[in-house]
């Protein structure tokens, strides 16, 4: 069964400083790893998507990730965060093989200071 | 990608009743699925509601609690039967665009039940 742990709960940054938000999976193949933001009162917006290749992915308002199969991790960085940035965070993972059904982790709230 | 829209956006219920929720989808996909998020929790999927077939519920969801229809590869609805105070959440449809193998979000349905 595939589970996703988000380790950190909530986050505090500081606008300018950077952000980085840990996401650990447990699958026996490799899977498809998914980082999406929920606004407050929004819907789910996909940022990046990792399926196969190069392990550092782009995606979008700066926002990137990096795959270590070894570490079974799939961490979101941003250089500099800004004030719109505060929101809450899902990781998630999922598989072809098991019908493209996504499980979530917990989830981090990152609260942005001035 | 795809535009996705749900109606309603949110609602206040009584309980012993019955909500429908309606998701509208731009273009024509055969993957759709719907998710609970209950307040301050991650997302859980209920189902999945591809065309042509019956909705599979996961465990811990049935259709008696949850039908849902999937006319055309367009539309779909998540009904929300004999509501209690438990199903206050927030139900969000998603597709997966045919070769895609990813889920894009509607904007969700916020339902309280008193």
């Not at chain 2, 259709?63 to 006319?71: E, G, H, L």
Request: glycine letters at 8%; proline letters at 5%; aromatic letters at 10%.
């Amino acid at each position: 069964a595939q589970s996703v742990t988000q380790p950190d709960i909530h986050i505090t940054v500081s606008e300018g400083a950077s952000l980085e938000l840990r996401c650990n999976y447990s699958y026996g193949a490799t899977p498809y790893l998914f980082w999406y933001v929920q606004s407050p009162g929004q819907g789910l917006q996909l940022l990046l998507k990792y399926f196969s290749g190069d392990t550092l992915v782009q995606g979008i308002k700066g926002f990137e990730a990096e795959f270590k199969r070894s570490q079974s991790s799939f961490n979101l960085r941003k250089p500099s965060v800004h004030w719109s940035d505060a929101a809450e965070y899902f990781c998630a993972v999922g598989a072809k093989a098991a019908g493209n059904k996504l499980t979530f982790g917990g989830g981090t709230r990152v609260l942005v200071k001035p | 990608s795809a535009v996705i829209s749900q109606k309603p956006s949110r609602d206040i219920c009584q309980r012993g009743t019955s909500l429908t929720i309606q998701c509208q989808v731009d273009s024509q996909v055969t993957m759709m699925f719907w998710y609970r998020q209950q307040p301050g929790q991650s997302l859980t999927l209920i189902a999945t509601a591809n065309q042509g077939s019956e909705a599979t519920y996961e465990s811990g969801f049935v259709i008696d609690k949850f039908p849902i229809s999937r006319p055309n590869l367009t539309f779909s609805t998540l009904t929300v039967s004999n509501m209690s105070p438990e199903d206050s959440s927030i139900y969000l449809c998603s597709v997966d665009p045919t070769g895609s193998d990813t889920q894009y979000f509607g904007p969700g349905t916020r339902l309280t039940v008193l």
